[in-house]
């Protein structure tokens, strides 16, 4: 039996707010539980900042995740779903594939030179003069546009759902997240799996009601049958690989999706930033390459939740629903209002776990973000320019207020993003532009050991001048694609800088490593095997 084409727009109700109030509990008795029995009674900088030790393979993972998926990936992904198609997923199977190579390649370099923070890499590397202004970019962008955008998606999606003011939703989801992240990584690390659990099991659901309502639209039911029925209906949105004449090739231009400036972006999301390495530079390295595996597997998994809801969404919508759900108050057409739409049909209770899962993905990723701010703060530039001799408990305590500023900064700054025509493309193209630079000073000074400070210096400065000169000289170029002619021009500049520049002290200051470092264990490369395999078949069949 089909469902009503005029499905009238439920709110929450006392049994959704019951749920969400459990979860809200469960994590704040469990986080202060996590806080009193790991305490120490003189808590260290590395491990208030890392947790250094304390963290299991599962918990690295999860925090990755949590970390990760955030309100950009619920709302943006599914209303790309709608929009575009299964094509958008190749950010998260990308981002699998490159969570496997960092951490065969790159972590083991990490944790055997004691690298806590990414401009300490840059200081070893090349000097203070590159990893601080490197260190200065990190904390803009951090604060003004990835904390400040999580914030604002984040109360905006609140906000639909619950029918409070944006100011309470941002106030609401900001103590939230202090709550979680004044207790350091190991409090952020162990309640992030709870937060992992609450995303998938109401993630799950979602993408359930969703195809079951497909199933129902055609007179049938099941899982499988909603899954067939979209392959029918949308099978324009199944294609991974998106030819020049789609009207989406600007956003995910052809073969740059799996060749080209896609990788820029994700080795240095997930290789080059402190957000996301943190959660691994303070564990054993067979602990940390297990946590970060886990994490890659899991995001196989991401796009059943937060992109196929959107085609469900796409094919309800051309037999009715949702018809005026998808339209702002100006009656145009607005993708990314997909999710939230599918929500409110959701059941009473179901909806209360749907809600919690979205606040759960948005204070993990205020939490973790607000951390890895604190620490190169204290770490990179307030011991190193302002207290050299502060003391361990004077650093987490600047720490602590370095995170309470940016929450603050972040919360007044929120509001201003509603001027923005989409929140995503703001993420995007502002992180985008420092993203070519970061790939090129790490990847080189990581492996080529003639790497000078001189062409480190030129690439830090140039990063941003070049993508902002590709960006408005040519306009019609993909933004993957510019992404990727940046990091080819500043990798030959710094090649040549290099060349030219090269002394013997510059070899000194290459990482300490060797090629057996490298060498994975059976358990690792048997899971790698399982990864990159689920990623080619994918690729094969949705070519």
């Known amino acids: 039996m089909g ?96 969570l496997v190579l960092v951490a065969v390649f790159l972590i083991p370099g990490y944790l055997k030179n004691h690298i806590f923070t990414m401009p300490q890499f840059l200081t070893q590397r090349y000097g203070p003069l590159v990893a601080t202004i490197m260190a200065v970019f990190w904390l803009l962008v951090y604060v003004f546009v990835n904390l400040t955008s999580i914030l604002y998606l984040g109360a905006l999606t609140v906000q639909g759902m619950s029918g409070f003011s944006f100011p309470a939703c941002v106030i609401f989801l900001a103590v939230f997240a202090l709550l979680i992240t004044l207790g350091g990584m190991k409090v952020i690390g162990y309640t992030d799996v709870i937060q992992v659990c609450v995303l998938v099991l109401g993630g799950l659901a979602t993408t359930w009601l969703a195809l079951d309502l497909v199933a129902r639209q055609f007179g049938q039911s099941g899982l499988l049958a909603g899954f067939s029925l979209l392959h029918e209906h949308a099978a324009d949105h199944f294609h991974m690989i998106l030819p020049k004449g789609n009207p989406h090739y600007m956003d995910l231009p052809g073969l740059s999706v799996v060749l080209g400036g896609m990788w820029v972006a994700n080795i240095s999301y997930w290789g080059c930033n402190q957000y996301i390495t943190q959660r691994a530079l303070g564990a054993k390295l067979e602990i940390a390459r297990a946590g970060i595996l886990f994490a890659a597997g899991m995001k196989l998994l991401m796009p059943v939740i937060v992109v196929l809801p959107g085609i469900a969404v796409f094919v309800l919508s051309q037999r009715g629903l949702f018809q005026t759900e998808l339209l702002d108050a100006t009656g145009t057409l607005k993708p990314d209002k997909s999710y939230s739409a599918l929500i409110h049909l959701l059941p009473t209770g179901l909806k209360g776990l749907s809600f919690a899962a979205l606040t759960a993905a948005i204070v993990a990723s205020l939490a973790g973000k607000a951390n890895s701010i604190g620490t190169i703060f204290t770490l990179d530039l307030y011991r190193r320019y302002v207290n050299p001799k502060a003391t361990e408990a004077m650093l987490v305590r600047v720490g602590r207020l370095a995170i309470l500023g940016a929450v603050l900064i972040a919360a007044l700054m929120a509001p201003q993003l509603s001027k923005l025509d989409q929140a995503i493309q703001y993420i995007q193209e502002y992180t985008g532009f420092i993203s070519p630079g970061v790939c090129v000073i790490f990847l080189l000074g990581f492996f080529w050991k003639r790497a000078t400070s001189a062409g480190a210096l030129v690439v830090a400065l140039l990063t941003i001048p070049l993508s902002a000169a590709f960006k408005f000289r040519t306009p019609a170029m993909p933004f993957l694609d510019r992404m990727g002619w940046v990091t080819v021009i500043l990798a030959a500049l710094m090649i040549v800088i290099s060349l030219l520049t090269h002394r013997a002290a510059d070899e000194a200051k290459a990482l300490d490593w060797e090629p057996s470092d490298f060498k994975p264990g059976s358990v690792f490369v048997l899971g790698s095997v399982l990864v990159m395999g689920a990623l080619v078949a994918l690729y094969a069949v949705y070519w």
Do not use: C, H
């Not at 030790?53 to 209303?79: D, P, R, V, Y």
């Open 3 to 98: 469902v009503p084409r005029d499905v009238p727009r439920p709110v929450m109700q006392t049994p959704d707010y019951l749920v969400f109030i459990a979860y809200f509990a469960l994590v704040a008795v469990y986080g202060y539980w996590i806080y009193r029995r790991k305490r120490s009674a003189s808590t260290s900088s590395a491990d208030f900042f890392l947790a250094e030790g304390s963290l299991t393979w599962w918990a690295i993972g999860a925090s990755i995740i949590a970390s990760n998926i955030s309100a950009e990936q619920f709302i943006g992904m599914s209303g790309s779903g709608f929009a575009i198609g299964l094509a958008i997923s190749g950010y998260e199977w990308i981002g699998a594939a490159t």
